[in-house]
């Protein structure tokens, strides 16, 4: 029984960490040669981060463009390569002591005409072929923006090296909220992400509700999003951005509007206070190290912006961009020396006692 609800979680924490994960437990229950075998169909194992899954109207335009664009130029590799295989088993080749005919410089009329007809069909063929395309990959541009509605939320992603900030807008300064990492929308609700970025090019992509859109440096990209389908969604940053480019993802949760209106309410208040003795002694060793110099939790003095809101950070599935399951052992190695995790992110070392480690790593765990 136990074994079973472990596994079952296995499986749910690699439905939201995403591809590194299925390689371990693949890696850890097949034999090399079956998991070569099934490399090709890998995307099967990671339906929440596929182009191939659609979750919405956007990815569905892409994902039939997509098959389209397959299914053609696939069948045009298949009759090219069949001229070839013709062409190579008609070409003759001389016979030992044959000599070979002189070229022939006054070719067959008749033969001429034919082969110039092939080629003018060859080339009508891909006019009309690429045509096609270009007026499908038209009209999907075209179906990519009709989401857009007046009534819709605005999310601005901020994208750093190597994670991203999230803040929800609103007209009243109170209902504000900015988070970091995981991103919540409602179903069947239009979606305006305001996109940009403090440092590098990054790219903000989340394969089953829509393609890749820049985050630029002093300039806002938007984009529409409206997802359909409840589900968590793992997005990846899709843009080489520096040393840990493949360890910044994110999460996409879509849940109906209720649960997302739960959800946002519960973020917008401030950290709960701490409960017990040890959480408070985790308090006072956040708030008298070098964390307040990054990070704000609400509520208390810790108001700095340079790392990922922790507020709530208790509440999220993953840390480090998507790169851990939040649980305390994580959090500590993350605490600890984020450097052996993630090289090259910008929280330096932390040189704590143990109990000091074992109360701060309780009063992060009590941020829900
Ligand atoms: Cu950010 Cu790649």
Request: aromatic share 8%; hydrophobic share 40%.
């Amino acid at each position: 029984m136990k074994g079973r609800r472990q596994k079952a979680k296995s499986k749910s924490r690699c439905w939201v960490l995403g591809a590194g994960c299925w390689a371990k437990t693949v890696r850890q229950h097949l034999t090399p040669k079956t998991q070569n075998l099934l490399l090709p169909f890998a995307f099967l194992l990671l339906p929440s981060q596929s182009a191939l899954d659609p979750a919405g109207p956007q990815s569905g335009r892409i994902i039939s463009l997509w098959w389209l664009m397959f299914y053609v130029t696939g069948a045009v590799f298949i009759i090219v390569m069949g001229f070839l295989v013709v062409a190579l088993a008609r070409s003759r080749r001389p016979h030992s002591g044959e000599t070979v005919d002189a070229p022939n410089t006054r070719p067959d009329a008749g033969r001429e005409r034919r082969m110039s007809r092939v080629v003018l069909a060859g080339i009508a063929g891909t006019v009309v072929i690429l045509f096609v395309f270009l007026i499908h990959s038209f009209l999907t541009g075209r179906a990519l923006d009709s989401v857009a509605a007046k009534e819709h939320l605005t999310v601005k992603v901020t994208g750093h090296q190597w994670w991203w900030e999230v803040q929800y807008d609103n007209q009243t300064a109170a209902y504000v909220l900015t988070t970091a990492n995981e991103i919540h929308i409602p179903l069947g609700q239009p979606v305006l992400f305001k996109l940009t970025s403090t440092d590098v090019i990054h790219s903000f992509w989340v394969p089953n509700l829509h393609g890749k859109t820049d985050l630029i440096p002093g300039h806002e990209a938007v984009t529409w999003v409206r997802a359909d389908r409840a589900g968590t969604y793992r997005g990846q940053c899709a843009e080489f951005c520096g040393h840990q480019h493949a360890h910044m993802a994110f999460t996409v949760v879509v849940e109906p509007y209720e649960k997302f209106k739960a959800w946002y309410d519960s973020q917008l208040a401030p950290a709960s206070q701490p409960s017990t003795p040890t959480q408070s002694r985790g308090q006072q060793v956040f708030l008298s190290s070098p964390c307040v110099m990054c990070h704000t939790v609400r509520g208390t003095d810790a108001g700095a912006r340079v790392g990922p809101e922790l507020t709530h950070v208790a509440s999220r599935e993953t840390i480090a961009a998507g790169t851990l399951e939040n649980t305390r052992g994580h959090l500590a190695g993350w605490v600890v020396d984020s450097q052996k995790i993630k090289p090259g992110n910008r929280m330096p070392p932390n040189n704590l006692e143990p109990a000091d480690l074992q109360a701060l790593l309780d009063y992060l765990q009590s941020l829900k």
